[in-house]
């Protein structure tokens, strides 16, 4: 028998928290919250994320262009908030195609999904690490080293992926359920729908894409076993479903955003012009014009959300389209941008393509992204040995006992705690730093500026 999803259990509000090492479902918000038609819970679940330490320390993480000095240029958080605005239109456009055709349940409006769609894109970059992806590969590399392995030798196959496999999306998701607000007892608390949306690769480390992409440590599968079942997510294998249907929009809305707003950065930093950028955009805008403008920053501006909205338009047509596959899950599309017109594929492939070659190698960029290795690795050199000495050897040295000091503010790492906890503790922290914290505490380790 198929198993099929269903957008009442997709749009489920509950929550969940964790109770005596138990996930439990919270009190109804209705009740306990004062939820009512000014404030929904997917609001709730907005202002949460909003009001999070997490979400304000992203205005010093790398988008494209580490440590940039330009006003304009975009940072994650910048990023962040114009991805939940995109988001917000095409789940509000689907919301409103899915209420057309009798689809949405009864209690639901069309903005409910745009609500939902709006709160995944807002958190979805939460667990960016300092140093954007390049930070990412940094502390994997240092994990990957074979001189490093003594370290990992007693962990399981998992454990050990986890630690070997710093990924982004796993960390937002650890970020929203187990470390903020209500830390290791629910963390924000949002609704099992924001979570779904948020799942981009619902899998763990084991998954045979594992290595490369995932959205679940060890960590938060038994949060996510309960979510999933709430959700009614397809299974796709042990511990791996099928993804929420709102999971593309999110998707879509930071590819938009990726492909078309980054290069303008480039024109601010004077590695495009903007004519370049306008030739991009011609095939979604020529039969539009922006020539009244009062300068060319403006046109481009105008030609980029004149192509946004036809972007957005074109991917509410192709979800819809694509409906019944996604909630069988077995929609066997890259992603709803690869099966969206011919004019929209071109622009925004072009645009990365221009990006790649003219924007991520450039050398201002690359000297940077070089510099990361030795800067996270360093703080790496002094963190793990230092628990390593904590758990498995029971004895510390006076440096190691001053590493593990500065973790007392964030998550204290405790003897009882196993290596694997430990380990978590210590992506925690660093993934946490901005780009400038993390640089200034790796000088400050190299003892370069001690006499300042």
Not at 302 to 323: C, E, N, S
């Amino acid at each position: 028998m198929t198993i099929r999803m269903n957008w009442q259990n997709l749009l489920s509000t509950q929550r969940f928290r964790t109770k005596n090492g138990k996930i439990v479902p919270t009190v109804t918000p209705s009740t306990q919250e004062g939820a009512d038609a000014l404030r929904t819970d997917f609001h709730i679940d907005y202002d949460r994320v909003v009001f999070s330490g997490a979400f304000r320390r992203l205005g010093r993480k790398t988008q494209v262009h580490p440590l940039a000095q330009h006003d304009l240029t975009h940072n994650r958080l910048t990023h962040s908030v114009e991805v939940a605005s995109v988001g917000r239109s095409l789940g509000n456009r689907v919301g409103v195609m899915l209420h057309n055709g009798g689809f949405l349940p009864q209690g639901n409006t069309p903005s409910d999904i745009g609500a939902v769609v709006q709160v995944a894109c807002l958190a979805h970059d939460l667990g960016n690490p300092p140093f954007g992806h390049t930070g990412e590969d940094a502390l994997r590399d240092w994990f990957r080293r074979p001189e490093h392995q003594i370290y990992l030798n007693t962990l399981s196959e998992a454990e050990r992926n986890d630690i070997q496999t710093y990924e982004g999306n796993a960390h937002s998701l650890r970020i929203v359920a187990s470390l903020e607000m209500y830390p290791e007892a629910g963390g924000m608390r949002l609704t099992v729908a924001a979570i779904g949306a948020l799942l981009k690769y619902p899998w763990t480390t084991q998954h045979p894409n594992g290595r490369k992409k995932f959205n679940i440590y060890q960590t938060e599968l038994p949060f996510i076993r309960q979510v999933a079942d709430e959700l009614g997510l397809v299974p796709a294998g042990e511990d791996s479903w099928a993804r929420h249907p709102l999971s593309y929009l999110m998707e879509a809305a930071d590819d938009i955003c990726y492909a078309l707003l980054d290069l303008e950065d480039a024109v601010e930093l004077d590695l495009l012009t903007d004519t370049e950028v306008e030739s991009i955009l011609s095939e979604l805008t020529f039969a539009e014009s922006a020539w009244h403008a009062s300068s060319s920053r403006q046109r481009c501006a105008m030609l980029r959300g004149i192509a946004i909205g036809k972007a957005i338009d074109d991917v509410a047509q192709t979800f819809m389209l694509h409906q019944s596959d996604l909630l069988d899950g077995t929609f066997k599309g890259k992603d709803l941008l690869a099966l969206c017109s011919p004019q929209v594929q071109n622009t925004l492939a072009k645009a990365k393509e221009l990006a790649q070659t003219r924007i991520f190698r450039h050398h201002t960029k690359l000297l940077t992204e070089i510099a990361t290795f030795p800067c996270l690795g360093s703080i790496l050199d002094l963190l793990v040995p230092a628990a390593y000495a904590l758990i498995a050897e029971k004895q510390l040295a006076t440096r190691q006992s001053l590493a593990l000091e500065l973790l007392k503010k964030h998550n204290p790492i405790l003897p009882e705690d196993s290596l694997y906890q430990a380990y978590m503790k210590i992506l925690d922290f660093v993934g946490g730093m901005t780009d400038n914290s993390a640089a200034k505490m790796a000088q400050d380790l190299s003892g370069v500026g001690i006499l300042r």
